[in-house]
Nanobody, 125 residues
């Protein structure tokens, strides 16, 4: 079992910054991969960024160059530094965890099956 608790959301003006945190506990193998997702009203949930067991990071195109995903050394806390925020970044942000899976000669991320309760980010223009 994995427990995830997000914090750090809030309201900010366009162009501002926020840093989200996700405190992770429980089985370490089940959280070898961590990610941030978001869901805006009336829209599907989308993956914003992920970090895998090699600490390789990937981002959705709309946040590249603005958001940074990172972890502390013990991998107990996941962060999302969000800069140059735009109104379209407004959403509920969720932390998620997955076990690593071995495929095609390397470890990748399995399905994200553990989720936090979410933290709201609102960007006003």
């Amino acid at each position: 079992q994995v427990q995830l608790v997000e914090s750090g959301g809030g309201s900010v003006q366009s162009g501002g910054s926020l840093r989200l945190s996700c405190a992770a506990s429980g089985d370490t193998y089940s959280r070898d991969c961590m990610a941030w997702f978001r869901q805006a009203p009336g829209k599907e949930r989308e993956e914003v960024a992920r970090i895998d067991r090699y600490r390789t990071t990937t981002y959705t195109d709309s946040v590249k160059g603005r958001f940074i995903i990172s972890q502390d050394n013990a991998k107990n806390t996941l962060y999302l530094q969000m800069n140059q925020l735009k109104a379209e970044d407004t959403a509920m942000y969720y932390c998620a965890a997955a076990a690593a899976t071995y495929k095609w000669g390397r470890w990748g991320c399995g399905e994200f099956g553990y989720w936090g309760q979410g933290t709201q980010v609102t960007v006003s223009s």
